[in-house]
Antibody
Framework: EVQLVESGGGLVQPGGSLRLSCAASGFTFSSYSMNWVRQAPGKGLEWVSYISSSSSTIYYADSVKGRFTISRDNAKNSLYLQMNSLRAEDTAVYYC???????????WGKGTTVTVSS | QSVLTQPPSASGTPGQRVTISCSGSSSNIGSNTVNWYQQLPGTAPKLLIYSNNQRPSGVPDRFSGSKSGTSASLAISGLQSEDEADYYCAAWDDSLNGPLFGGGTKLTVL
């Protein structure tokens, strides 16, 4: 079964850091691009970051550029999001999602919740 | 600022046909394909339509997508109670250099 499982969320103070992980199974992880998408409480979806299959191409939303770093380890079938200088507005459920050509996302994890609060 | 505009809400009765619009610009819908996602209450989003009008395996043919110029629409025919969900359009944006989501449309089945 194709599956993505996020972990690493939690409560962190403003200015703090957190590292999210996404474990992939059931497909050849190294062949696919990956994304992080977040959803603030009661709000819509917001794309956060994209990484190509070989990590050669990386994009970030302006709202997280310079603070978040996406990475992947194809040997471990894992995707990561290092989040630094966290702000209250980063509070959201963070989903990892598999990317396809034309940039649609065909497999999503259940999400992990990040709360930034003092 | 790049924006994909959707109506915040839509509604219909069982069996009806409902359409949800998504308006963009030349930097997103005008030059890239449109995808639609369904988010049932309390769950993760699910791909519903990709590349303007393609359905992933398992998605009923009651769901269809279309695109014209800088706008797109999702149509749901034979509306069912289990279709009650939030629906999001999305398209790659050449200015953002990333995928752009619409604000979402909450569909209520009356």
């Amino acid at each position: 079964e194709v599956q993505l499982v996020e972990s690493g969320g939690g409560l962190v103070q403003p200015g703090g850091s957190l590292r999210l992980s996404c474990a992939a199974s059931g497909f050849t992880f190294s062949s696919y691009s990956m994304n992080w998408v977040r959803q603030a409480p009661g709000k819509g979806l917001e794309w956060v970051s994209y990484i190509s299959s070989s990590s050669s191409t990386i994009y970030y939303a302006d709202s997280v550029k310079g603070r978040f770093t996406i990475s992947r380890d194809n040997a471990k079938n894992s995707l990561y999001l290092q989040m630094n200088s966290l702000r209250a507005e980063d509070t959201a459920v963070y989903y990892c999602a598999r990317g396809r050509k034309n940039y649609y996302m065909d497999v999503w994890g259940k999400g992990t919740t990040v709360t930034v609060s003092s | 600022q790049s924006v994909l505009t959707q109506p915040p809400s839509a509604s219909g009765t069982p069996g009806q046909r409902v359409t949800i619009s998504c308006s963009g610009s030349s930097s997103n819908i005008g030059s890239n394909t449109v995808n639609w996602y369904q988010q049932l209450p309390g769950t993760a989003p699910k791909l519903l339509i990709y590349s303007n009008n393609q359905r992933p395996s398992g998605v009923p043919d009651r769901f269809s997508g279309s695109k014209s110029g800088t706008s797109a629409s999702l149509a749901i025919s034979g509306l069912q109670s289990e279709d009650e969900a939030d629906y999001y359009c999305a398209a790659w944006d050449d200015s953002l250099n990333g995928p752009l989501f619409g604000g979402g449309t909450k569909l209520t089945v009356l």
